[in-house]
């Protein structure tokens, strides 16, 4: 009996069910939808701009070798309102806040840059209010903007206060060379009917920044280590800023100007006033520029020519503020006259989709009759 009940326990029809395999997990497929070739960086708009303002830090330590403290004074100014406005306004709209992105920082320090020495405190909080609500946040914030920013706040400021924005400090360099606290820079005395150039204006002086100007715009030395700064960490492109700066050479040297050789009129003409500021800093502007290769080369030579147009013939001696801000308008036209297509279209392709358009065209016409 005990043998038949151990035989009875392990009868295998009486042995207890094995459990069901669980099915194998699913893969999980990602799709992602994003537009074609991807490239992945970890740069964003904050290294950008941080870059930008590393670039700028020569001009800024030149500005105050040469015209004391009172740069320092402008350019915090300009940069807390460009800052504070541009928080207050997303704050009252009920936006994220981007202020972190460094864009309003880089804003107000551009337009800084662009002042006189001696501007009063309250002139850079107008400049930063129409440059950041007017000029950026109304259009929807940074990218949205057609404008370049800081540009168009100094042509805000040209236009208001124009006595203000025409007078420039004497450098520190020139203290005992010439008598009083302002004078005229390098690029008005070219330009002025019948004045010569002063002795102390050499092409040295303007390229080291012994010379009056604007904060940012009289060493020509520290604004190209801090553009060639920026095309090496390929935060700019190089196309932009030599098409610029090459139209106006080109343009100096062939008409040139009486009471100077064609290639000092030239060299004159690089290195004083802001055409190296803009051509590295402004006209490179992201949301402001073409994006096409031969876009950006017919921008920069656009630039050029009206900034030579504008210095010739204009009732300012300075005329790259002006020059940028109406390619800014035509930059959209630009990059849709050389825009690129979709990768595996040719011209073949993109020639018969056209003709086949004009054709359905046609027959509907014809179909309407």
Request: aromatic share 10%; hydrophobic share 50%; glycine share 8%.
């Amino acid at each position: 009996m005990n043998e038949n009940k151990d035989l009875k326990q392990t009868t295998p029809a009486q042995a207890p069910a094995a459990a069901p395999k669980k099915p194998a997990a699913k893969e999980r497929i990602i799709l992602d939808v994003a537009y074609q070739p991807q490239i992945r960086t970890r740069t964003d708009t904050t290294r950008l701009m941080l870059n930008v303002i590393i670039a700028l830090l020569p001009a800024v330590a030149v500005s105050v070798w040469q015209f004391g403290t009172r740069p320092l004074l402008v350019i915090l100014v300009s940069v807390l309102s460009a800052v504070f406005f541009e928080w207050g306004y997303r704050k009252l709209m009920h936006k994220d806040n981007r202020i972190g992105d460094l864009s309003a920082v880089v804003t107000g320090l551009l337009l800084a840059l662009t002042l006189p020495p001696s501007t009063p405190w309250w002139i850079p909080i107008i400049g930063s209010f129409f440059s950041i609500v007017v000029v950026k946040q109304l259009y929807g914030g940074i990218g949205k903007n057609f404008l370049n920013p800081a540009l168009a706040g100094r042509a805000f400021l040209l236009a208001s206060y124009a006595l203000t924005m025409g007078t420039f400090s004497r450098p520190n360099s020139l203290a005992g060379v010439v008598d009083g606290v302002t004078m005229a820079t390098p690029l008005a005395s070219i330009y002025a009917e019948s004045a010569a150039l002063p002795e102390y204006t050499s092409l040295l002086n303007m390229f080291l920044g012994l010379i009056p100007g604007c904060i940012g715009e009289i060493s020509k030395l520290a604004l190209l280590i801090g553009g060639l700064y920026l095309i090496l960490r390929k935060v700019i492109s190089w196309r932009i800023p030599v098409s610029f700066i090459g139209t106006v050479a080109l343009l100096t040297l062939i008409f040139g100007h009486a009471g100077m050789s064609n290639v000092d009129f030239m060299l004159s003409n690089l290195l004083s006033g802001g055409l190296i500021l803009a051509a590295f800093f402004m006209a490179t502007d992201y949301a402001t520029s073409p994006v096409t290769l031969k876009g950006q080369l017919l921008y920069g030579f656009g630039c050029g020519v009206i900034t030579v147009l504008i210095r010739y013939f204009g009732g300012f001696p300075e005329g790259t503020t002006y020059a940028i801000l109406i390619m800014n308008i035509c930059a959209w036209a630009i990059d849709k006259g050389f825009h690129r297509h979709q990768f595996g279209v040719s011209k073949e392709d993109i020639a018969a989709e056209k003709a086949a358009r004009q054709a359905a065209k046609k027959a509907a016409k014809e179909a309407a009759k």
